[in-house]
């Protein structure tokens, strides 16, 4: 999936049931709100991430990369990993020209970049 970094929501806690022990315990997320290149009409996305990917993508956003190929291998919480791959500049879109609400205090909403 191509997506451009469209801002940071920062750091967030949320609460999750661990379905095998029915206890809730609270994780850290860092949230990013993001448009995917190939559908840029479907507007904002929130992407919820580890700290771990977060230091990944912090570490393009750094370099000045704001768009970017992410590709997903794996399928469970263990064993997934995320792999970044810069775009050119000229397959940025100019964000001015789309309308996007801002939802961004949807707690519900949570889209992860696919493969």
């Given at each position: 999936?191509?997506?451009?970094?469209?801002?940071?929501?920062?750091?967030?806690?949320?609460?999750?049931?661990?379905?095998?022990?029915?206890q809730?315990?609270?994780i850290?997320?860092?949230?990013?709100?993001?448009?995917?290149l190939?559908?840029?009409?479907?507007?904002?996305?929130?992407?919820?991430?580890?700290?771990?990917?977060?230091?990944?993508?912090?570490?393009?956003?750094?370099?000045?990369?704001?768009?970017?190929?992410?590709?997903?291998?794996?399928?469970?919480?263990?064993?997934?990993?995320?792999?970044?791959?810069?775009?050119?500049?000229?397959?940025?879109?100019?964000?001015?020209?789309?309308?996007?609400?801002?939802?961004?205090?949807?707690?519900?909403?949570?889209?992860?970049?696919?493969?």
């Amino acid at each position: 999936m191509k997506v451009q970094i469209f801002s940071i929501l920062g750091k967030v806690s949320r609460e999750i049931k661990d379905p095998n022990s029915k206890q809730v315990k609270l994780i850290t997320a860092y949230d990013y709100r993001l448009v995917d290149l190939e559908h840029p009409n479907d507007g904002l996305k929130t992407w919820s991430v580890s700290r771990t990917v977060s230091d990944d993508v912090d570490y393009w956003l750094g370099k000045g990369v704001y768009a970017m190929e992410v590709e997903r291998r794996g399928s469970g919480i263990n064993d997934t990993k995320y792999y970044f791959t810069p775009l050119p500049q000229n397959e940025m879109l100019d964000l001015s020209k789309y309308k996007f609400e801002d939802t961004s205090n949807d707690s519900n909403e949570s889209s992860a970049p696919a493969s």
